[in-house]
């Protein structure tokens, strides 16, 4: 089965995560990993059946197929393509 994971639960985030979620869960896949910078964040979305990754990133990198982002800026998404990449799953 594949994995998914989804980065950054704000405005928009957590609305995409809470449906994909839910649509994992009906087909009987494995549950979503989630992670947000305020992992307080997570709790709606754990609610409906995803699993916090209180790791980061990283974390979610080293155990998901397929990672889903949506951070709240620019930096955010530099700082989490930064932390993925600095895994070496994508050698330079």
């Given amino acids: 089965m594949t994995q998914v994971g989804f980065i950054g639960l704000g405005s928009m985030g957590a609305g995409m ?3 994909l979620s839910k649509s994992i ?17 997570c709790q709606p ?3 409906l059946g995803a699993v916090p990754e209180p790791g980061g990133p990283t974390a979610l990198a080293k155990t998901c197929d397929i990672i889903f982002a949506m ?3 620019d930096a955010a998404i ?3 393509v930064d ?4 895994l070496t ?3 330079i």
Wanted: without cysteine.
């Fill in 71 to 73: 951070p709240f800026n």
């Fill in 89 to 91: 799953l994508f050698p």
């Fill in 17 to 19: 995560a809470s449906n």
């Fill in 83 to 86: 932390d993925i990449i600095d």
């Fill in 45 to 47: 979305i754990v609610e």
């Fill in 25 to 41: 869960r009906a087909a009987d896949g494995l549950p979503l990993k989630v992670w947000n910078r305020t992992m307080e964040k």
């Fill in 78 to 80: 530099r700082q989490v």
